[in-house]
């Protein structure tokens, strides 16, 4: 439950015994409103982008921006993994020989944008729009991580949220 503090003129604040709960609620002279978490919010997706092409890679990131944007989400990082590179053989027909082999040496690009405090109702919305448009040699993969998980799991730093994390959630 967060507290959200709103500034108000000069309130006087009830005593706690004569304040109902129809009253507002005031602390240090501002009033003070409380939100409710929603249940059904995703707090953090990552959207995994990866291909052999880093044109069509890097339109199609600015696009998910662009419908994250339409459909009122908010991103909270984009950007780009280095390239792996990828080497695959293939023989010709009718051939056991090794000269008679071509290797294809590709890369593989990978772009990465993490949208955040998402409602379930625009997360649907949202991801069957990006799947819609998907360009073809193009993947996506869609996990509920934050984008630190991925570079770096076992960061020290990470670690130390885990815990907390665990511990007030017991």
């Keep these: 439950m967060r507290r959200l503090l709103a500034t108000q003129g000069s309130a006087v604040t009830p005593s706690s015994e004569d304040r109902t709960e129809a009253q507002p609620k005031y602390l ?22 990866t291909g052999y092409d880093a044109a069509v890679l890097d339109s ?19 950007f780009k993994l280095p390239a792996a590179h990828e080497s695959f053989n293939v023989r010709k027909a009718n051939s056991s020989l090794r000269k008679d082999q071509i290797v294809y040496r590709l890369k593989k690009h990978q772009r990465i944008v993490q949208v955040s405090d998402v409602t379930e109702d625009k997360c649907d919305v949202f991801v069957d729009y990006v799947q819609e448009k998907l360009p073809s040699g193009v993947q996506v993969q869609f996990e509920l991580k934050r984008w630190e998980e991925l570079v770096a799991p076992n960061h020290p730093s990470l670690q130390k949220v885990e815990k907390t994390m665990s511990r007030y959630q017991k």
Excluded: R, W
Aim: no cysteine; net charge negative; hydrophobic share 45%.
């Design 28 to 49: 240090h002279g501002k009033l003070v409103i409380e939100e409710v978490d929603d249940p059904y919010k995703i707090e953090h997706l990552l959207i995994s982008i």
């Design 60 to 78: 199609f990131a600015k696009f998910v921006q662009n419908a994250a944007k339409m459909t009122n989400v908010d991103v909270t990082k984009s």
